[in-house]
């Protein structure tokens, strides 16, 4: 089975704290796609990837970055955070043959105070 | 801005009943479609996916799409309580990712 892993489930920052928002996929996928998700907006791509050290910008990447440096980890940075930017965060991954058969992670429910 | 249409909902129904889920798409282009389940605290999960038109079946869930209308939906027969959840709609945009509808509730009573 596919696991694709982030690193806490639940997360409360400062407003203008660097926060860190990392995931892990154990199935060698080349994509891996970073999502939030608001109630009435739905999910929205913040960034993704096709491969090692390749980022691509989604639908709001502003006040975000990636990185990934390692195929199986993609992490998010939220450079100086937001209460605007509290929301669930899902990652997803999936292979190059198969690019749109995601399969998402547990999500990170992010409160920035 | 390519988009994809779903009525929030919610849409209730009773058990053993069919639900019918509906979605609209912008991009005349597409040609892949998909259906993704999320349960209440849960991330969504792929459930359905359809590439041509007419009907797709597996199990109690029917895919359809209809090219020309621009119109996918997903029906779903004798309905249990344990398919209570929101049901995204989805097409691949080739050279970027997948484009999320904002999902329909759906409620089956017992």
């Known amino acids: 089975d596919v696991k694709v892993t982030q690193s806490s489930r639940y997360l409360v920052k400062r407003t203008g704290e660097k926060v860190f928002l990392e995931c892990v996929q154990d199935?060698?996928?080349?994509?891996m796609f970073w999502y939030r998700q608001d109630p009435g907006l739905g999910l929205r791509l913040i960034y993704f990837s096709y491969d090692v050290k390749m980022k691509e910008k989604g639908d709001i990447p502003e006040g975000y970055s990636v990185s990934r440096e390692k195929k199986e980890r993609f992490s998010l940075i939220l450079e100086s955070a937001s209460t605007n930017q509290t929301s669930m965060y899902l990652c997803?991954?999936?292979?190059?043959?198969?690019?749109?058969?995601?399969?998402f992670g547990p999500g990170t429910r992010l409160t920035v105070t | 801005q390519k988009e994809v249409e779903q009525n929030s909902g919610p849409l209730s129904v009773p058990e053993g009943a069919i639900a019918s889920l509906n979605c609209t798409y912008s991009?005349?282009?597409?040609?892949?479609f998909f259906w993704y389940r999320q349960y209440s605290g849960k991330s969504p999960e792929l459930i359905m996916s359809i590439y041509s038109n007419g009907d797709k079946e597996d199990g109690r869930f029917t895919a359809q799409l209809n090219k020309a209308s621009q119109y996918v939906s997903l029906l779903i027969r004798d309905s249990q309580p344990s398919d209570s959840a929101t049901y995204l709609c989805a097409f691949y945009q080739a050279g970027t990712a997948l484009i999320f509808g904002k999902g329909t509730t759906l409620s089956v009573s017992s």
């Open positions: 199935m060698d996928h080349e994509n």
């Open positions: 991009d005349r282009g597409s040609q892949s």
């Open positions: 997803a991954s999936s292979s190059g043959d198969i690019p749109y058969e995601q399969y």
